[in-house]
Every structure is written in C-alpha cells, then in structure tokens.
C-alpha cells in the first residue's frame, strides 16, 4: 500500500477532526468543569456540617440547612454532568458521520486492485467495529480524562491542606497505579488488535458465504462450512475471553492498590482524629475527597482500554486510508463545451504493475464520432481492459488515450463518465427495484415511460410484465431473482438510459441466444447512431455489421476491417467466424 502523507495519522488525526467541533469541545470541557467543582463542595459541606453539629449540638434548622446546601450542590453538579454527557457525547456521534463518511469516499476513490486485493468482510469490519472503537476515544475517553485531570488538580489541594501527612500517603500509592495502567494497556493494545484482525476473517467468511449461498448448496457444502464458521468463532469467542480475563486481572489490580491506599488513610486518619491534630468533620470530608478521586483512578483503567483499543482500530483504518487513490482529480483538468465521442488509442502500452507482464502493447487506433468500432478476439487478449482505459476505470500513460484530441487525464472525470454509458462484462445489479436500477445513472432519476422505453430497446420490457410487480420488482442481491441474460439486458438498459455520447457494451450479450442477441442488436442501431460504440464480443454474429472490427490477439490489434474485408484475409477473424459457423452447425444437428 502506498503511502498517502497527506492523511492526517495519530495524534495529527486527532486534532484533524477535533478542530472542527473545537467550540462544542470547549462548551463542554467547562461543563466538567462545572460538574467537578460544584461536586467538590458536598464533602466540605459534610464536613462542616458534623464539625458544627459537634460543636453546638444537633438542631433541626442546622440539619435543614445542611441539607438544603448538599443537596443544592449536587443538583447543580449533577445538571453539569447531563450537559457534559450530552455535549462530548454528541461531539463523538458527529466526529464518527465525519470519519465514516471520509472512510466511504475514499473508498470509492480507490483502485480496483485495491478491491481484488482485499476482502469486502474486512473492510466492512473497519467501516463498522472499528470505527465504533475508534468513536470512544473522541467521546468516552476525553471526558473522562477531563474529569480525572480536573479532580486531582482541583481535590488534591483540598485535601493537602486539610493533612499533609494523610495527603503524601495517598501519593504514595500513584505509582503503583500508574505501572499497572501501563503495564496491562500495552497488552490490552497488542490482543485486541489481533481480535480486530481476527473478526475481519470471521465477516468476510460471512460475507463470502452468503453471497455464494447458491454456490454452496449446489455442492452440498453447508454442513462444511457451518463447521468452518463455527471454528472461527470459537476462536473468536476465545480470544475475546483471553481480553476479558486481561481485563479481569487488571482492574482488581488496580483496585486493590487503591484500596490498600485507602486502608492506610483510614488508619493513621483515625489516630490523627483521635489524637486531635484534626477534626472529625475534617477527617470525613478527608474520606469524601478520597472517595472522589476512587472513581478518576478507576475511569482512567477504563480509559486506558478504550484509547489501546481505539489505537489499534485506527491503525487499521490508515492501512486503507493511506492508500493513495490512483485516479483522481488534477489541478490542469478542464471541462470540454462538449463531448462529441471521438477516440484516439495512441501507441497505447499498458502493465497492470510495473512487474506484471504487459497487456496491451502498441495499440494506435482512431475512432471517429459516430462510428461503431467491434473488438473480438480470445479470451485473455486485452479488449476489456482496452475498454477500461476510456471511463478510468484504470489508467494508461499521459497522453496515450485521448477523447476528442485531449488526453483523458485532463478531462474532468465527472463530465467524461456522465458522457459514457458503459455494460461492464460482469454484470452488477443492485438490491433495489427493476426500475431503480435501470436509471442508476440518471441524477434525477428518470420517468416510467423512458425506463419503459429503453428496456424494450434492451429486450428486457417482454419479461418485465410477466413479473408480479412489472418494472417496481425488487431484485436480490446481485440481481439473483433475474436470470444472465435478464441481468445483461438490465445493464443495457441502464447504459441506454443516459443518451450517452459513447456507449461500450463490454460482452454485454453473451448471455443472450443469438435471436434474442439480433432483436436487441437491431433496435440498438437506432441508439448507437450518431453515436460512438464500441463492442466487445466473442460471436461473429454481434459484431459482423460494425463499421470496424479489430482482432486484438496477445495485447496488439493485429486485423482490422470490415467483416467483408476480414474474411477476404483470411486470418484470424476467418478462422474464428469458420469455427463458430461449424459449432453452430453441429448444435442444429
């Protein structure tokens, strides 16, 4: 993965996406504040409070007035409370659509390797359960950092004024505390690190599973794989369980040291009282602060988990992050009047990787506006990802491709893929209705008369009314409730649609019979009038009538012709269409 620098990373993140919300974060770092100093003041209350009714006797006016302040103050430090939980709170929730949505679109600036090279169960774990990890340490962790930090510097004082000697014996135990935090947060860190990697397994297994689902019970495998999934969650299920028994060990630890703090305290407090170096009233306000810090102490075990395991979250989310997209916007790129669908291949040679062999090699090919240009050849020969390098689906050199005589790399990416209506060879359908899908492309959608229109264009409007719900049908995932050809002729369709200046139909009817192919192929002369078209195809039959065909065969065009003109030659193409001519007759027979 290469490196994108620009990323914010660690703590620079942070600050990324907190400057943002930094007036919310202020709003409500005073609001702990508030919570913290009013709460400070009921165990001076208290203290007071027994010092007097010690001193002049118990009354009733003296309880009510005691009462009355204890409470008064803990309303008031409870209602800072709310409003701190409800403003850092919410600052997380927004800091996560933030972070979500930066996730998302860079994602879908990403190369298609990338996506072949990495399972779509992983990045949805990073999408969700990291991300939610992530989450708690712009929320949950910064509060209650905040609210330690502010009892320490605010408590402490308090209680080294009320003894010095009780004070230095608190301290004593801090660095117990600190050593264990540290301790078991670098282990915390390294395991749930390796379960976050470990449940991107577990969700591409799922993932995997259920879109093959067809796949899988046509082999009878499912009493395989139920084994395999179960395998992997137990797995799962026991390195959680190793977390939690880290966990387990870790605050007990922490606890106890804090207790063991607290024992002391009580013991040498007592003689302190019972000598008279303080009083009564001092010594329990002197407990009540204790009591105050235990909790801080605590949170910050807490928040230690949370940061170790947002840490690890966040490191696997920059793996994505920092993977620089190989297509994108440049600042030299201009907006053309109009696309008008000339195409110019210009010595064209394309490598997937610098250390891949190449795949297409020497290609100098132009296509006029309005010509209908077919490619043929053998499967592996470079004719899809010849069509690839027109939409940037992929990228050649600068200069090599060119769209009405500018290089592609300078056309505004979204002006030139609005003018290209493109039937991929694998086709993609979406878990929404016919119709959703068919005007995918349209911005505004698109009326039911033209949806109609052009799916009678693609030869899919015959088997839309026979379906229950017509054109509103809502198709499965990938479109498993329509057949291959169905979903081919979908796909054209949702090319057609969009009026585009250059159609590619990549292979787009091999699924189709050949009567089915000629219907579709006749009534999209009409379309592809006036009109750039470039056909991908493996029968003579879809490309016969283009005004050229080019055989591409290990990378190179190597004829190029009419039909008429190519089977004169003799070559290639005479070979194929001889070949295809016999299978056709031995399928009749």
């Known amino acids: 993965m290469k490196a994108q620098t620009s990323f914010p990373t660690g703590g620079a993140w942070l600050r990324h996406y907190l400057k943002k919300y930094r007036g919310t974060l202020l709003i409500g770092t005073l609001y702990v504040l508030g919570s913290v100093t009013f709460g400070v003041f009921v165990p001076r209350f208290v203290g007071l409070a027994i010092d007097d009714l010690r001193t002049t006797g118990v009354s009733y006016d003296k309880l009510l007035r005691s009462v009355v302040l204890i409470v008064g103050t803990s309303i008031v430090s409870g209602l800072f409370l709310f409003l701190q939980r409800r403003t850092l709170i919410n600052m997380s929730r927004y800091i996560e659509y933030d972070l979500r949505q930066d996730f998302y679109s860079h994602l879908q600036k990403l190369p298609l390797d990338f996506f072949q090279n990495n399972r779509t169960g992983d990045l949805m774990a990073r999408a969700t359960n990291d991300l939610s990890a992530v989450r708690q340490v712009v929320g949950p962790a910064i509060m209650y950092s905040e609210q330690t930090l502010f009892r320490v510097l605010i408590i402490l004082p308090i209680m080294y004024q009320i003894s010095v000697k009780l004070t230095l014996i608190l301290l004593l135990t801090m660095p117990f505390v600190s050593l264990t935090v540290k301790y078991f947060g670098h282990l915390i860190h390294i395991r749930f690190e390796k379960i976050q990697e470990f449940f991107s397994d577990i969700t591409a297994r799922a993932q995997e599973n259920l879109t093959g689902v067809r796949v899988i019970r046509a082999y009878a495998q499912e009493e395989f794989e139920r ?61 009540l602060y204790l009591e105050q810090l235990i909790w801080p102490l605590i949170a910050m075990g807490y928040v230690t988990n949370l940061v170790q395991r947002g840490t690890a979250s966040l490191k696997r989310m920059h793996q994505v992050l920092a993977v620089e997209p190989a297509i994108a916007e440049t600042t030299d790129q201009i907006t053309l009047p109009e696309i008008k669908g000339k195409i110019e291949f210009r010595n064209l040679t394309f490598r997937y990787r610098p250390d891949l062999p190449t795949v297409l090699e020497g290609i100098d090919l132009v296509i006029e506006p309005g010509r209908t240009v077919a490619f043929i050849g053998r499967t592996g020969a470079g004719k899809s990802t010849l069509m690839n390098l027109i939409p940037r689906l992929i990228d050649a050199e600068p200069g090599m491709v ?21 039937v991929p060879q694998e086709t993609f359908l979406f878990s929404e209705t016919l119709a959703e899908n ?89 379309i592809m009038r006036g009109r750039t078209s470039l056909i991908v195809a493996h029968r003579i039959s879809t490309v016969k009538d283009a005004d050229l065909i080019c055989v591409i065969d290990h990378g190179r065009i190597v004829e190029r012709g009419t039909h008429s003109e190519l089977m004169a030659l003799d070559g290639i193409y005479a070979d194929l269409y001889e070949r295809q001519l016999l299978e056709e007759e031995l399928a009749a027979t």
Do not use: C
């Open 227 to 287: 084994r395999q999934f179960a395998m992997l969650n137990h797995e799962y299920v026991e390195r959680n369980l190793g977390l939690v028994r880290l966990s387990a060990v870790f605050r007990p630890l922490m606890q106890f040291f804090i207790g063991l703090g607290f024992a002391a305290i009580l013991l040498v407090g007592g003689r302190e009282a019972a000598l008279g170096h303080m009083t009564i009233g001092e010594f329990a306000a002197f407990n």
């Open 402 to 422: 060119l769209i009405d005589d500018t290089p592609i790399g300078r056309i505004s990416l979204r002006q030139l893929r609005e003018n290209i209506g493109y």
């Open 438 to 526: 068919i005007a995918f492309g349209m911005r505004n959608g698109a009326p039911p008369e033209e949806i109609e229109r052009t799916s009678e264009i693609a030869g899919l409007a015959d088997d839309v009314r026979e379906f229950p719900e017509n054109w509103q049908t809502v198709l499965g995932e990938r479109g498993i409730t329509l057949s291959g050809g169905q979903k081919q002729r979908t796909a054209i369709a949702r090319a057609v649609i969009r009026q585009p200046r250059i159609l590619i139909l990549d292979d787009s009817l091999s699924a189709v019979d050949t009567y089915t192919e000629e219907k579709i192929l006749s009534q999209l002369r009409g």
